[in-house]
T-cell receptor, first 113, second 114 residues
Framework: SAVISQKPSRDICQRGTSLTIQCQVD?????MFWYRQQPGQSLTLIAT?????????ESGFVIDKFPISRPNLTFSTLTVSNMSPEDSSIYLC??????????FGPGTRLTVL | QKEVEQNSGPLSVPEGAIASLNCTYS??????FFWYRQYSGKSPELIMF????GDKEDGRFTAQLNKASQYVSLLIRDSQPSDSATYLC??????????????FGQGTELSVKP
């Protein structure tokens, strides 16, 4: 398995500000993803974090709003930019291990006022 | 549009019974299938995955896969109140088992009554 940590675990932010979420995994992984889970909903994939290159975004998500970095095999960041109350959600980092198994981090609970 | 359909629930079973969670998917190219459990306020936790048609058992859990019918299920034997959670079915997109995106269903809420 993989041990994944996310920082911060939760935050309350003001409209118009930005928040950067960090994801650290304890072993090398083949892929890293960022998901969003809105209240009462299932998981929605935001993007695939690619090492050393631009992330691959899903339909409806853009780099200007959700810039992502992945400088190495075990670390990634997601920034939620120019936040609005509609961005209030849980943001989850997810990794695929070398055994091709996918795990989720503990999540970051974001509230935008 | 690739879709995953699960029983909407909530599914209520008595303690000690077998809980059966069902999932159908539209992507014929999916080759691997994951089941996650999510407790309220927590992140999804991997229960098990299955690649081959038939059954795969892990403790009290059995995953069943029928690719021809595009159907996957999860059986929980001897259900316990601690199994009460939302169960997410997630086929992996594409024609290979390596690193493709998971497609999530809406999940089935299971409630195990003491």
């Amino acid at each position: 398995s993989a041990v994944i940590s996310q920082k911060p675990s939760r935050d309350i932010c003001q409209r118009g500000t930005s928040l950067t979420i960090q994801c650290q995994v304890d072993s090398q992984v083949t892929m890293m993803f960022w998901y969003r889970q809105q209240p009462g909903q299932s998981l929605t994939l935001i993007a695939t974090a690619n090492q050393g290159s631009e992330a691959t975004y899903e339909s409806g998500f853009v780099i200007d709003k959700f810039p992502i970095s992945r400088p190495n095999l075990t670390f990634s960041t997601l920034t939620v930019s120019n936040m609005s109350p509609e961005d209030s959600s849980i943001y989850l980092c997810s990794v695929v291990t070398v055994t091709d198994t996918q795990y989720f981090g503990p999540g970051t609970r974001l509230t935008v006022l | 549009q690739k879709e995953v359909e699960q029983n909407s629930g909530p599914l209520s079973v008595p303690e000690g019974a077998i809980a059966s969670l069902n999932c159908t998917y539209s992507d014929r190219g999916s080759q691997s299938f994951f089941w996650y459990r999510q407790y309220s306020g927590k992140s999804p936790e991997l229960i098990m995955f299955i690649y081959s048609n038939g059954d795969k058992e892990d403790g009290r859990f059995t995953a069943q896969l029928n690719k021809a019918s595009q159907y996957v299920s999860l059986l929980i034997r001897d259900s316990q109140p601690s199994d009460s959670a939302t169960y997410l079915c997630a086929p992996r997109e594409g024609f290979d088992n390596q690193g493709g995106k998971l497609i999530f269903g809406q999940g089935t809420e299971l409630s195990v009554k003491p």
